[in-house]
């Protein structure tokens, strides 16, 4: 008769009863099981550090976090894949040389002139300021940021004209002057912050502002030099630069919100427009300047 149950395979001997565990192979077995669970590869976050953004994102480049590789030197043992989220491509998040919205990187477009940068970009060195060579404008943001650049260095940015986001330069100990962005004409917003050495702040061809307009903090500021400056957004605030002496807006026609001089304790010189055609702003706030009749400086300004 036919086999209809397949080959047959090794035959197992016939047990007579379970046999008993002893304790040294039972431990054994836990010990090896604990072993395994420490290998098992894990995704950690790391702490956010200053300017880090996050939002939601299901994937990294297509893949689940818990499929990300472990990291060199893991390779075979398991390990921990440490990594900052928002530096592998998500939402809105940024870190280091090039800021990305979602997982697109920068591009590129070419109009006559020069070229415009598509996105956000985050300058940390000579390397990351190469990518604005020839860029006349930039759509996203640009920040400037804890870096080590020398005045000289950022004067690859003279083509540039417009920000479409906000220009920030903060944090940055060598610079002493920013005549690199003499060409600049609007931007959304612009911060100038805590930047110990920058010693005076000339936009010759600035005309306006959507957002909001911040000097701050800037201890070796003497002069806000922005003759062509017409039109301000939320506001324009210049606070606590304690060597500050001379701010001189004579072109501005309008602030939509709130003009403010604060802790500026050698400010004395401040020139706005004509008392033939005052500027119109949403509020007006002065305290902690330099000169006695400060206040009177700003007898040309019509609260809207």
Do not use: W
Request: net charge positive; proline share 6%; glycine share 10%.
């Amino acid at each position: 008769m036919a086999n209809l149950t397949g080959p047959k395979g090794p035959s197992e001997p016939k047990s007579k009863g379970a046999r008993p565990v002893s304790d040294k192979t039972a431990g054994l077995e836990k010990r090896e099981k604990i072993q395994e669970k420490k290998h098992e590869p894990t995704v950690e976050q790391e702490p956010a550090v200053k300017g880090d953004t996050f939002g939601e994102v299901p994937s990294i480049q297509g893949r689940q976090a818990r499929e990300l590789p472990a990291s060199p030197g893991d390779a075979g043992s398991g390990g921990s894949v440490k990594a900052r989220l928002h530096a592998l491509g998500l939402k809105g998040g940024t870190d280091g040389l090039i800021k990305t919205a979602g997982t697109d990187a920068i591009r590129y477009s070419a109009v006559p002139g020069g070229r415009i940068l598509h996105g956000s970009l985050a300058v940390e060195s000579t390397r990351s300021l190469a990518k604005l060579e020839g860029v006349v404008r930039v759509t996203g943001d640009l920040s400037i940021q804890e870096s080590v650049l020398k005045s000289a260095e950022l004067l690859v940015l003279k083509s540039l004209t417009e920000v479409g986001g906000r220009l920030t330069l903060e944090g940055n100990a060598a610079l002493q002057l920013i005549d690199a962005f003499e060409n600049l004409e609007r931007a959304r917003g612009i911060y100038v912050g805590f930047n110990p050495g920058i010693a005076r702040v000339s936009l010759p061809k600035l005309r306006e502002i959507e957002a909001a307009l911040i000097f701050e903090a800037n201890t070796a500021l003497t002069e806000i030099n922005l003759p062509a400056f017409s039109k301000g957004g939320l506001y324009v605030h210049v606070h606590d630069n304690q060597a500050l002496t001379t701010v001189l807006l004579p072109s501005l026609s309008s602030v939509q919100g709130e003009l403010s001089f604060l802790d500026n304790p050698r400010l004395i010189t401040v020139r706005l427009a004509s008392r033939a055609k005052p500027a119109t702003v949403g509020a007006l706030e002065l305290a902690k300047n330099g000169a006695a009749d400060f206040p009177l400086l700003f007898a040309n300004v019509v609260k809207s």
